[in-house]
């Protein structure tokens, strides 16, 4: 059994990067930790109601551990060091052997920093990946993980954001099957979730 953990700067960041993939570790029998950030309070959505979702996006998943940075939204970068802290005592409690994290090339100044302070506090971790994100810059994926078995799995979990869903094109899940059949394209696969790998450990 392995132990993943996925961290992400807002409610649904995690889902529209890898909410496949999750599904599939889930799926495999392993150990899945969800580290979400901030509380989304600047985006469209209560904080409450942001909580709401992404609990229960969880729960489609299959995903038992969900943890809150309790940073605030839109000023991770002002609280680098407790930023680091938190994700430490992520890694901690998951005992996780791959990280899922942002891609430090994104115009989303708490993406950025949620990738960038991942780095520091995971430097001991033997694997750690960074996923697309539709605020990426020049993402370019080259290790995959076959979704085709749980796609709509990660719909149904994108869904569950309601808030967001209903605010933003970029919440869609016509344009998440859309990227996955282009990504599973690459990796010869009817649909796939592509990664940058920071470092990836083949053989423990």
């Known amino acids: 059994m392995r132990s993943i953990l996925a961290i992400g700067a807002h409610p649904d960041d995690i889902e529209i ?29 209560d ?12 729960n489609v998943l299959g995903v038992d ?17 407790e930023l680091v802290a938190v994700i430490e005592r992520a890694i901690k409690f998951s005992g996780c052997d791959l990280i899922l994290t942002h891609s430090v090339d994104d115009s989303h100044q708490d ?10 506090a ?21 290790v995959f993980v076959d979704i085709s078995m749980t796609i709509d799995k990660k719909v149904e979990a994108l869904r569950c954001h309601a808030s967001q869903v ?19 394209h ?3 696969r009817p649909m796939a979730e592509g990664f940058q790998p920071v470092r990836m450990l083949l053989c423990p």
């Not at 904080?47 to 969880?58: F, I, P």
């Not at 920093?113 to 991942?118: K, S």
């Open 47 to 58: 904080v409450e109601q942001r909580k709401t979702e992404q609990e229960n996006a969880c």
């Open 111 to 120: 993406h950025v920093a949620v990738a960038r302070g991942t780095l520091g």
């Open 166 to 184: 209903a605010a933003s094109p970029m919440v869609s899940s016509d344009r998440e099957r859309a990227k996955a059949t282009v990504a599973g």
């Open 186 to 188: 690459h990796a010869r």
């Open 65 to 81: 551990h969900l943890i809150w940075g309790n940073i605030p939204d839109c000023e991770v970068s002002l609280h680098e060091k």
């Open 122 to 142: 995971a430097r001991h971790c033997p694997s750690v990946m960074a996923y697309d994100a539709p605020s990426s810059i020049g993402f370019h994926e080259t």
């Open 17 to 45: 990067g890898c909410g496949g993939t999750l599904a599939q570790f889930v799926a495999n029998g392993d150990r899945v930790t969800m580290l979400v950030i901030t509380d989304g309070a600047n985006g469209p959505g």
